[in-house]
């Protein structure tokens, strides 16, 4: 089953932060972040695994909840080089198969 | 990091002829690869789990007859879309997962193809 994600749009004025939100009916072995902009391929951002943890990259960190079988992504001090949609993706046997959430368009104004 | 290709990057065809998508993995071997198709403004939906040495797995509501999935090597995979119609286009995505712990996924650039 897809995951859901919340909300579906985030407009942001440049420095500003934001939470992306990615909740699963299914027990998860890891959840995947992926941030596209358009026209092209995803790109990945980072993987968390069952077990509850967090990880940051930059000003981009994600936190895994596997009780709650949720996962969000936050932005701190947006750029404008965020802007686009971003995804989570979903694996729930570590097979290597993900299911995408429907994704949550972000855009950071100057 | 790992490489993903895929070609052509984008096709035009007419109405009842067949489209082959290829996806190789550059720097590494991938005995699973996934295809993707995207939507305008929708999300990545899985058509098919392609598997070498074996037949691919498909998805519920695609047709395996209408995309032919061949997983030639360990890094190559072809996607053909047979008898191809307008609402077949779409943006064709492959990945590759490699194992490094968890699958890492790793996904091709894409394939924009457009039916008339």
Same mark, same amino acid.
């Given at each position: 089953?897809?995951?859901?994600?919340? $909300?579906?749009?985030?407009?942001?004025? /440049? #420095? /500003?932060?934001?939470?992306?939100?990615?909740?699963?009916?299914?027990?998860?072995?890891?959840?995947?972040?992926?941030?596209?902009?358009?026209?092209?391929? $995803?790109?990945?951002?980072?993987?968390?695994? @069952? *077990? *509850? /943890?967090? @990880? #940051?990259? /930059?000003?981009?960190?994600?936190?895994f909840n596997e009780k709650k079988q949720q996962s969000s992504l936050y932005l =701190?001090?947006?750029? !404008?080089?965020?802007?686009? =949609?971003?995804?989570? *993706? =979903?694996?729930?046997?570590?097979? *290597? @198969? !993900?299911?995408?959430?429907?994704?949550?368009?972000?855009?950071v104004k100057p | 990091g790992a490489v993903v290709s895929q070609h052509p990057s984008w096709v035009i065809c007419k109405s009842g002829t067949s489209v082959k998508i290829e996806c190789r993995s550059l720097d590494f071997q991938a005995t699973t690869m996934f295809w993707y198709r995207q939507f305008p403004k929708q999300s990545l939906m899985l058509m098919a789990t392609s598997n070498e040495g074996s037949k691919a797995t498909y998805e519920q509501g695609v047709e395996k007859d209408k995309f032919l999935i061949n997983h030639a090597s360990l890094t190559l995979s072809t996607l053909t879309v047979t008898s191809a119609h307008p609402e077949d286009?779409?943006?064709?995505?492959?990945?590759?997962?490699?194992?490094? %712990?968890?699958?890492?996924?790793?996904? %091709?650039?894409?394939?924009?193809?457009?039916?008339?």
């Open positions: 089953q897809q995951p859901v994600q919340s $909300p579906q749009a985030v407009i942001l004025r /440049e #420095g /500003e932060d934001a939470v992306i939100n990615c909740s699963s009916s299914k027990a998860l072995y890891s959840v995947h972040w992926y941030r596209q902009k358009h026209g092209e391929a $995803p790109v990945f951002l980072m993987i968390l695994l @069952k *077990g *509850g /943890e967090q @990880k #940051g990259h /930059e000003k981009i960190s994600a936190s =701190t001090a947006s750029q !404008l080089s965020y802007s686009g =949609t971003y995804f989570c *993706g =979903t694996d729930s046997g570590n097979t *290597g @198969k !993900l299911i995408f959430g429907q994704g949550t368009t972000l855009q | 286009s779409s943006f064709y995505i492959c990945s590759a997962p490699r194992l490094a %712990g968890t699958y890492e996924q790793y996904f %091709g650039p894409g394939t924009r193809l457009t039916v008339t």
